[in-house]
């Protein structure tokens, strides 16, 4: 409740500030994220991860969710002072793949790969948005594809390990299937009682059709699909590309995480363990968050002045 009253804040305050004043904080933002992505790595292990900076007093700090902001802020910032140059790989590729590779390196260190993938995917968007040659695409997708290839082979059926690692996705299809047309009823939920592990995060959303049904996970994605077309019709009337950008960064992060979240708790895809945005617990996701989508208001607020 705290975050979520300092996002809000965060986001109304956003909203009132010319947007082009990123411009200016890109790069500064940035090495600050790096800063404390190297940072975290001397931090003690949580599950076997180092993903989070204690702060006393204050609780804990997620480096990655401010490092997706960071990459959003300047990838739209380069995009928009050499658009009429983003098909030269000297300009289009090197600096971003630059930016994106010692970003990948801090994140994997973590280790945290479902955050890591996101960045790549948020990048991968920018970049075709600004105008990088599709020739560039074609050589990564290769790489891609032969990484995915792998990921997907070792993937097998959970419920060829029910007690290892199957037993999380195994638990989540369970709370899915119990939840029925209409569900169990707000908070009746039965396998967030030790059954689904990190019911408050990475599996909240098979929680959520448990206990609110087929017809209250369809209302959340159809939640998410507005939002996205709300920020297309922003980032297409953006009074200039970086408007546009930021829209664009901001809003595909959001539904790109939604789309991975649900994908894993319904065993679509690998257990990469991922949060659904704003319904996840996690303070720095949901402070980050709102902040962003006060950007994005800012940017339709100029538009609408138009």
Not at 76 to 95: A, E, K, Y
Request: glycine share 10%.
């Amino acid at each position: 409740l705290l975050f979520a009253a300092l996002g809000v804040a965060a986001m109304y305050a956003a909203s009132l500030v010319d947007y082009h004043i990123w411009h200016r904080l890109a790069w500064p933002v940035l090495a600050l994220s790096l800063a404390l992505l190297t940072v975290v790595l001397f931090m003690p292990e949580y599950n076997g991860c180092k993903r989070w900076i204690v702060l006393p007093g204050l609780g804990t700090l997620q480096p990655s969710e401010i490092a997706k902001f960071a990459v959003v802020l300047v990838f739209s910032h380069i995009i928009s002072l050499n658009h009429d140059r983003m098909r030269s790989f000297s300009t289009g590729v090197l600096p971003f793949a630059l930016i994106l590779g010692v970003v990948t390196v801090l994140m994997l260190l973590e280790p945290h790969l479902s955050g890591t993938l996101l960045i790549l995917a948020i990048g991968a968007v920018l970049m075709f948005v600004g105008g990088t040659g599709l020739r560039w695409f074609a050589l990564a997708g290769g790489l891609g594809a032969a990484a995915i290839a792998a990921a997907v082979a070792s993937w097998r059926d959970p419920f060829a390990d029910p007690l290892g690692e199957g037993h999380q996705t195994i638990q989540s299809l369970y709370a899915i299937a119990s939840g029925g047309l209409a569900g169990l009823g707000l908070g009746n939920s039965r396998q967030k009682y030790l059954y689904v592990p990190e019911p408050q995060n990475d599996f909240i959303f098979s929680i959520l059709c448990e206990e609110l049904g087929f017809i209250g996970a369809a209302l959340v994605v159809a939640l998410f699909l507005l939002l996205l077309l709300r920020g297309m019709s922003i980032a297409v009337r953006a009074r200039d590309k970086f408007g546009a950008l930021l829209t664009v960064g901001f809003v595909v992060q959001v539904i790109l995480q939604a789309i991975l979240n649900i994908a894993v708790v319904t065993n679509t895809i690998p257990n990469t363990g991922i949060s659904l945005p704003f319904f996840s617990s996690g303070g720095t996701s949901l402070l980050m968050l709102l902040g962003e989508m006060g950007i994005v208001l800012s940017v339709s607020r100029q538009t609408d002045m138009v």
